[in-house]
């Protein structure tokens, strides 16, 4: 899917603008005019002054989130009150972006170095609160090797929708907007003591996006004054999973499996995956064992190769690593 890339584009737009809201005046109309409250009237409420000076922060709302760890924090107090934070959006049965959009971050947090968790936090916030609670994100969290300073947070669900349109992380169209499964792999970052902000697309170059972070929220009350990124040796993209097939759409090269955790990419569940080349299904059937290998490439990833077990008859081992997508091919087999 490439429509997040579009959608991206808007979707940084609209944080910068929602951003830079925060410090300009807003139309008033008095309660003479309307006979209305002069807030309700303008439609667009100035934020009140949190400390001796406006600041964008002053549009986010205060709410109560509980950390994967169980904790209650306040989103403004506890976390962004003069600190650098990096903000996304996410859920954990997503299948689309958030797989390669936690992954990338995951990266990101290591090429932080000695910075993550002392100059700067990274706030993973879900959308979708009624399934990911504490318990659930924390798994989650592990599931993406336990990363320092890297919070998961859960709550209300109008309140943190409330949020992620204060931070200008929406799409224009509304009927997009509503869809979660379509939401923009958009990070938001920024120091709350400089007043600097700024918001990018998460699958834009790993290292440049780090580094902009860094110049946009480093000031002088980091411990560590150079902003050099560590070198960090560059994972795999492609990543282990084992599952069983439940059905087979070779028309379409996909294929569905019920899999369980994905170290670094996903927590068990039920989807249909793209492979890379139609040759990889010949001899899979429903109800057999796999294992597989994932490739990412941004928001996208398909599987690049199979280990399985011939039928019994056969006996026999077969691998398979086809690397050049193709979207031909005669139905093989489906099943529900």
Known sequence: MMRWAAHGVLAVASVVAALSLACEPQSVVSREETGQDSEVASGAVEPSVRGDRRKQSDRFSNITLQTQHGESVRFYDDLVKDRAVVINFVYTTCTKICPGTTAQL?????SFGPWIGEAITML?????PDVDDSERLKRYWELFGSKPGWLFLTGDYDEIDGLRRELGVYDLDPVIDADKTQHAGIVT??????DRWSALPVFMNRRLLAKTVL???WDDQWKTSARRLPRVKRGSDVYAGHGVVRAIFADRNEIMIAHGDIPGLMMAMTMVFEVAESSLLEGLSVGQSVDFGIELAGEAHRIVSFTFSEPAAQGRETRGVFLSPKRDGAALQASG
């Open 189 to 194: 970052f920024g120091n709350d003591r400089t």
């Open 215 to 217: 110049d946009t929220t």
């Open 124 to 128: 993973s916030i879900t959308i979708d």
């Open 106 to 110: 995951a990266k990101i947090n290591d």
